[in-house]
């Protein structure tokens, strides 16, 4: 082989090798990026918060009907996380103004404060749970005042009460999230004293509420 070929071989030889190289490293890069496809967001829902809500609450399920009452309150909060995996507690409470007959009169539900455990999965920005706890209601027996179509204010007292249900949050920029929640309370043989009759009434609640929560 002349000198000339041999040089234009050895040319030929290099550039096929310096090809491979190069389509080898691609692979290499390009490995990871496929196996990385699909990996969870960077978002983290761990940590404090703290936040309003407002909403509506009715006896009966469906809280959009004609007995229902606005409930306006606060709570705050600690979540933990673990892959997509998310769950925490949070303190609670409201006011509200729902009144429901019983034997005798009505009974009005005022003030009330849950401890509510919370646990589902964090989708990056978006946190689908479901929640239960236990509740403490304060409740006020009223009774028609003789002669007139009012209605007067009589005992109260505070029964505990359990709930359950699930909602939806969503992060926004700067660490504020928006959710809605439904949460179905549970007061069993709540005593009441209306009009002079002592009763035992089940005083259940459908609670809608949504609210804001600020993150820190």
């Known amino acids: 082989m002349s000198p000339i070929k041999r040089k234009i071989f050895s040319v030929g030889v290099s550039t096929l090798m310096a090809c491979g190289a190069s389509a080898a490293d691609l692979a290499d890069h390009r490995v990871p990026s496929a196996l990385s496809y699909g ?7 761990a940590g404090a918060y703290a ?5 509506v609450a009715a006896s009966k399920f469906g809280p959009f009907n004609n007995d229902r009452a606005p409930a306006v309150g606060a709570q705050v909060g600690y979540n933990f996380q673990a892959g997509s995996g998310v769950f925490g507690a949070e303190l609670e409470g409201s006011y509200m103004n729902n009144e429901v007959r019983v ?20 989708f990056d920005r978006t946190f689908v ?8 209601t304060e409740f006020e027996g009223r009774h028609a005042a ?9 005992p109260s007292s505070w029964k505990k009460g359990y709930l359950f249900g699930g909602g939806v949050e ?3 920029s700067g660490g504020v ?8 309370v549970i007061n069993n043989a709540v005593p009441t004293t209306s009009g002079g009759i002592s009763s ?6 459908n609670v809608i509420e949504a609210g804001l929560n600020f993150r820190f």
């Open 39 to 45: 990996a969870p967001g960077t978002f983290s829902w």
């Open 51 to 55: 936040g309003l809500h407002g909403g």
């Open 103 to 122: 034997p005798g009169g009505k009974v009005e539900s005022r003030f009330r404060g849950a401890a509510k455990a919370k646990a589902g999965l964090g």
């Open 129 to 136: 749970y479901g929640t239960a706890g236990v509740t403490t």
């Open 146 to 154: 003789s002669g007139s179509d009012m209605w007067k204010s009589g």
């Open 170 to 172: 969503h992060v926004f």
């Open 177 to 184: 999230s928006a959710k809605i929640e439904y949460n179905y």
């Open 200 to 205: 035992k009434s089940d005083l259940n609640d």
